[in-house]
C-alpha cells in the first residue's frame, strides 16, 4: 500500500497561484498513471489533471490552460501548479495513484480562493 501526502493548500486571492504537492512513499514509476482530484461541498469529485507513466498528461476542462501537472521522480512527486485561480477553485483536493486497477488516495488539501 502507498502513501500519498498532499501539502500546498491555502488561502488565496482570486487571479493568484499555488502549488500543491503530492509525495509518495514510492517510486512513481511503479504506477501507472497519478493524478490530482478536487471536491467541493455538494459536487462530486472531479478529475483536475493526470499524469501517465510515460509522460503524457491530460487536463480537465475547467482547468486547461491554467493547471499544470508535473512530476519530480527523484522525489518521487508530483506537482499540480495551479495559476488565475478562480472562487469556483475552491475544494479540497485530492492525489491519487493507480497501479493495477488498485487506485490509493491521499488525504486531501483545503485550497480556498477569495473574491
Known amino acids: 500500500q502507498v502513501q500519498l501526502v498532499e501539502s500546498g493548500g491555502s488561502l488565496v486571492q482570486a487571479g493568484g497561484s499555488l502549488r500543491l504537492s503530492c509525495a509518495a512513499s514510492?517510486?512513481?514509476?511503479?504506477?501507472?498513471?497519478m493524478a490530482w482530484y478536487r471536491q467541493s461541498p455538494g459536487k462530486q469529485r472531479e478529475l483536475i489533471a493526470a499524469?501517465?507513466?510515460?509522460?503524457?498528461?491530460q487536463y480537465g476542462d475547467s482547468v486547461k490552460g491554467r493547471f499544470t501537472i508535473s512530476r519530480d521522480t527523484a522525489k518521487n512527486t508530483v506537482y499540480l501548479q495551479m495559476n488565475s485561480l478562480k472562487p469556483d477553485d475552491t475544494a479540497v483536493y485530492y492525489c491519487?495513484?493507480?497501479?493495477?486497477?488498485?487506485?490509493?488516495w491521499g488525504q486531501g488539501t483545503q485550497v480556498t480562493v477569495s473574491s
Open positions: 491519487k495513484a493507480v497501479q493495477a486497477g488498485i487506485d490509493s
Open positions: 514510492r517510486s512513481i514509476f511503479s504506477f501507472n498513471a
Open positions: 499524469v501517465m507513466l510515460d509522460g503524457t498528461t
